[in-house]
């Protein structure tokens, strides 16, 4: 089986790499970086032309032969959509298990974001799973781009503070927290051992996801 990840983040590639190397042994992988896309959309670039790129990322790792696409960015996940029909193998978005767990988990439901790029598609996406279940949620997001500029410009600490700070001002008011970006998951642990409620990272999920199909597959 051959699986692409599909990136618009630079450090998540080895991110990535990593966690295929311990969860998916002896699975080959390959990994697309595009960075144009997920910056395009902060500039406030027009979202069709930007997801037009993002089906166009998807094609490619289709037509190099991937058995399974994995998109690993929040912000462009509506292109998914688009690309399925185009495409014969699974696109799966990120963040589809994570959701899905998040409203199985409780009703009130925090969305911790550090791009405005991210707040509308992963409010839509919960808003789909809660349908799909047939359960009601309402969503309380909570943006920090302070925080996200401080991780591009270098600075990890001043990052991981400001989202520290959000999620405990977060936590206090829902039943489950959902970190929407992949690049919030490595403080997954850290910050469910400060708050009172369970925490969600999208990159551990759908790694279980992906080795469960695997599993299937063989």
Known sequence: MRIAFI??????????????????????????????????????????LVYRRVVGQIVLAADAGADLIAVTCSSTSPAVDVARPLVAQPVLKIDDPMMAEAVRTGARIGLLCTTTSTVEPSSALLASHAAAQGRTVTITPRIEAEAYAALMRGDRARHDAIVHAAARALAAGVDVLVLAQASLARLRDAIAAEVGCPVLASPPLLMRDIAARVKAAA
């Open 7 to 48: 990136h618009t983040v630079g450090f998540l590639v080895d991110n990535f790499r990593e966690r295929a190397a311990a969860e998916l042994p002896g699975v080959d992988c390959f990994h697309i970086l595009n960075e144009s896309l997920l910056q395009d959309l902060l500039r406030g670039a027009p979202k069709p």
